[in-house]
């Protein structure tokens, strides 16, 4: 039943979205509000997946295409404030939370807590990162942000697991601190040594198919292989995504154009997908607590005064980081090489909306501890837990675009820099092209006539500038008109020559298997002139 169930949600998640884009909504919040109104419907089943299920299917593949986008350069040129953000906010979220939480209820002990704080404390910067890039964030606040969602997420999930094996009574093989760092150091070594025998596969085969799938099934290998060897799987996958992401120039162009298409795809499921499965947990929370004859009125003031604490410590935090680095009580590491301003550190403050690992972590919360007993509280901290992951998505994140436009964070030298990036990146290939073309002039291929060499060059320079001159429409300025008038033009040249394609088919005068293979190349064609045109869109929107 819950097979069919998780269809039904992904399908209904795919129109929502879909309704919510075109009303320029934020998915996340609509997805999350209308499946908390649904989980009411009467006779509506509960959706209940194995906390496992969740963090070995979900997770795996949205830190490794995360960590595949992300530049390696620029992880190491936000070093610092990535692990600030990714560890040390972490680290002061969930103690925080922890001795907040076991002076506030009961039912829980220490240990509970700080297992209830390990589950609140990751970010997921999803929602605020694609907010960011649509309403304009400089590339630096949102490269930090994504960098956080990489670590924190293992330095959240190494903690929950010391936190409930001390609650349990499991024996951790050494000194807490010795298996954090284990767990640490196994991870990405883990992710390192898969990555190479991966990259070092795909060399050799030659086949984009099997080199997509192949990637494909990289991120579940690490998670899955480091959890055997007890390190972290968080880390392992993106460890991972980061090498191969930036050997990713080594591959084809058909592997690079596949794996882009099949990873944004896969995003976009997974993601809409957790955020139905979140709101479709609220009635179930609420039966759940009064099942185990717990006040649901008082757990939910539990929750809303943790969610309190949440929002406010990493505010707290950043400011005291600030303020410490003011008065020059903080010394500026190599990581820290681009410091934020007050109004970029605000909006970086207010991003701590919560997602999947807070509801799969507390979802996978043991029933018992070693002894037998129920483990103390937990149904208290599912709770809870639900409470801050939906209450910073509909708060924090309704409120992210209005904070990002009163602030007006545009910058327009980092947009300056961007565009002279562009233009040198396009005087390189230029240049290497011609210097190419004039080689080949001077060292023609033998067996071929002079002149039917010169004719070929003359017809590659000539594609090659066709492609420079539509490349250079996306420039903003006067070429603007121009460029939107190309690409109008081209595509409906294309649409004209597809449907012509099609006619041709349908009255029999064109074989079905040759029209497939011409439009083929069409589609090339057709996707770089809806890349330029979501380029302009975007530069546009800054």
Known sequence: MNGVLVLLVIIAAIAVTSLAKRRDLQPPL????IGAIASFIPGLPRLELDPEAILGVVLPPLLYSAALKFSVATFRRHLGPILRLGIFTVLATAFAVAFFASWL???LTLGAALVLGAVVAPTDAVSAVAVGRRLGLPNRVIAILTGEGLVNDATA?????VAVSAVVGTDVPVHPVLFFAYEVIGGVLVGLVLAKIVEWVRRRMYDSPLETVLGLMLPFAAYLAAGQLHASGVLAVVTAGFLMGHKATDASVSTRIQERSLWESVDLVLEMFVFAYMGLQLKFVIVDVRDNGLPVHHIFFYGFAVLVVVMAVRPAWILLHRFRRHIGLVVRTPGDTVEL???ESLVVSWAGMRGVVTIAAASGIPMTVASGAPFPGREVIQAIAFVVAVG???IQGATMPLLIRMLDLADPLERQREEEQVKHARTISRE???RFLDDCAEHPPSGIDSAEVTDILSRVRRSMRARLRAEEAEEPGEKVRAGVVFDDIRR??????????????DAGSLDDEVMRTVLESLDVEEAAAEERVRRRREWGAR
């Not at 609509?30 to 509000?33: A, D, F, K, N």
């Not at 999930?157 to 697991?161: D, I």
């Not at 409906?492 to 088919?505: E, G, N």
Request: glycine share 6%; no cysteine.
């Open 432 to 434: 290497a092209g011609e």
């Open 341 to 343: 301003g007050w109004r």
């Open 105 to 107: 209820s009961p039912e």
């Open 30 to 33: 609509v997805l999350v509000t």
């Open 492 to 505: 409906a040249a294309l649409r004209a020559q597809r449907q012509a394609l099609i006619d041709a088919r």
């Open 157 to 161: 999930l190494t903690l929950f697991a």
């Open 392 to 394: 910073t998505l509909l």
